[in-house]
């Protein structure tokens, strides 16, 4: 029998093809829920302009890069800082680079309005109801609604609804997630990690595979760590790094799954700005995008708090913790050392703060860069590589002092279980969206910390539950349609 989430994207389909747009906001890039605890929720809003996305086989712009003397450079000269952009848009006649911006295939213009969340326990009549909100033009018309009081362990229905300004509710985007387990709850929870999804590479029409494979196991949440999207080619100014969430956001498989699964978003370096990237980074390269406007688009397009590193706890017998990797490090390129950093000092001690507070019986890192690796020798941007070997020691070696403590780590575009030669500590590298994103290691080499390796898209699922022997963590890597490629069993030791 097909998925929901199948199904889901055929009724779409037939919308896009069908749809007459009409004068009133409507939720075309969907809704996102996030930051989910035991007790509270952030609802993702975003008013647009018409029902869905500018279809597939509308216009995408073109970039090409000129060099100091004013040179067309070849394409495989990309990413060098000296190059200057010069975005066109063939096929498209506008008065603006937003409004060309607005015609690309993907494109989801905002429009104003006002939002409120109706929310329910499901099973139970009665809907509770935030106040009517409105979207803010200056932030992409997103408006982000906070939901608290809520019940631990419990499974909601929420109801999120768009009106124009003080007009009647006329449009509305239904769907549902659960709560954690209260922190003394034995109870088993299961999440799934992802990275590295490149509109490009999607495979399917419609999106990506991954997500009709994920709603089969029924997650309690999803975790995206990290490169959500591609802002290297094409983002060369703030529309058009909107319009890459726009894209992403309304294809089909996406715009169902994030409506009815808890999400935690993390960011890299693509989705910030570009490959590698960290504050002060001088480059041409993006044109007129910046380093601060990445940050701040992020947290524009994404369910946030108040803090892109936090920690939550699921039950007894799980807490997760998510760090920051752009917003406070050190340039790649200084020296090595005790002053150089990925996390900052702040950051790090909270870490160690949070970590030692927890009496979770597993405790599991979610990094959106490696942490043991083994990664590529020409890489320099992450805890694995020689240039962040103190700070990357110094995190390994707490970690591994910590029972029931494991590494998960995006970025990489392979899947591997490894094991840190030094301390034992055991990383697991969840893999890109795709098959037609996986590269950057050969299969035929294999290191002696690899204790899985495998060159293929897909995502890692992890199961936290009880058995006769006491608590257990299942690790499974599974391919894009879902297939179990292979499984580790760990429990406290």
Not at 122 to 138: F, I, N, Q, Y
Not at 281 to 303: A, I, N, W, Y
Not at 402 to 419: A, I
Request: aromatic share 10%; proline share 7%; glycine share 8%.
């Amino acid at each position: 029998m097909p998925s929901k989430t199948t199904l889901a994207v055929l009724a779409l389909s037939m919308l896009a093809a069908t749809c007459a747009w009409a004068e009133r906001p409507y939720f075309a890039t969907g809704i996102r829920i996030g930051e989910v605890d035991a007790t509270s929720a952030i609802i993702w809003t975003r008013l647009t302009r018409d029902a869905m996305a500018v279809p597939a086989g509308a216009p995408l712009p073109v970039v090409e890069y000129r060099n100091e003397d004013g040179e067309i450079v070849p394409e495989n000269n990309r990413r060098d800082p000296r190059l200057t952009p010069q975005v066109s848009f063939p096929g498209i006649e506008a008065a603006s680079h937003a409004e060309a911006v607005a015609q690309l295939e993907g494109a989801a213009p905002g429009a104003p309005g006002e939002v409120r969340v109706r929310y329910r326990a499901a099973g139970t009549e009665e809907w509770s109801a935030t106040e009517w909100g409105a979207v803010d033009p200056e932030r992409d018309f997103t408006l982000q609604v906070p939901l608290s009081g809520l019940a631990p362990g419990t499974r909601y229905e929420i109801e999120a609804e768009a009106r124009e300004p003080g007009g009647a509710p006329d449009s509305a985007a239904a769907g549902g997630f659960r709560t954690a387990p209260a922190a003394e709850a034995e109870q088993a929870v299961r999440f799934v990690v992802s990275t590295c999804q490149d509109y490009p590479d999607r495979d399917l029409p419609q999106g990506f595979k991954i997500y009709g494979a994920i709603e089969k196991l029924d997650p309690d949440f999803f975790v995206l760590a990290g490169d959500i999207l591609y802002y290297d080619r094409l983002a060369k100014s703030i529309e058009l790094a909107r319009w890459h969430w726009h894209r992403t956001f309304s294809l089909p498989t996406n715009l169902y799954f994030h409506r009815h699964v808890a999400n935690y978003f993390m960011k890299d370096d693509h989705d910030t700005l570009v490959n590698d990237c960290w504050p002060g980074m001088e480059t041409k390269f993006m044109g007129d995008f910046t380093f601060e406007q990445g940050l701040d688009v992020f947290r524009e397009q994404v369910p946030m708090g108040d803090s892109t590193y936090r920690t939550v706890r699921w039950g007894k017998d799980l807490q997760i913790g998510m760090v920051e990797g752009r917003d406070f490090r050190s340039p790649n390129d200084l020296p090595d050392g005790p002053g150089k950093t990925i996390w900052g000092a702040e950051q790090l001690a909270w870490f160690k703060r949070t970590v030692e507070e927890s009496d979770a019986t597993f405790r599991v890192l979610i990094s959106p860069t490696p942490i043991v690796g083994p990664d590529r020798g020409t890489k320099n941007d992450n805890h694995a590589n020689r240039g962040f070997t103190h700070e990357g020691n110094l995190v390994r070696e707490f970690i591994a002092s910590q029972p029931g403590m494991v590494v998960v780590c995006g970025d990489r575009h392979w899947q591997y279980v490894s094991r840190d030669k030094a301390t034992g500590l055991r990383e697991f590298s969840c893999g890109p969206a795709s098959n037609e994103h996986a590269n950057g290691w050969k299969e035929d080499d294999r290191r002696p910390e690899h204790e899985y390796l495998n060159v293929v898209g897909g995502f890692l699922s992890m199961h936290v539950s009880r058995d006769a022997n006491g608590p257990l963590l299942q690790a499974r890597h599974h391919d894009v349609d879902g297939a179990v490629l292979n499984e580790t069993v760990l429990r406290r030791e």
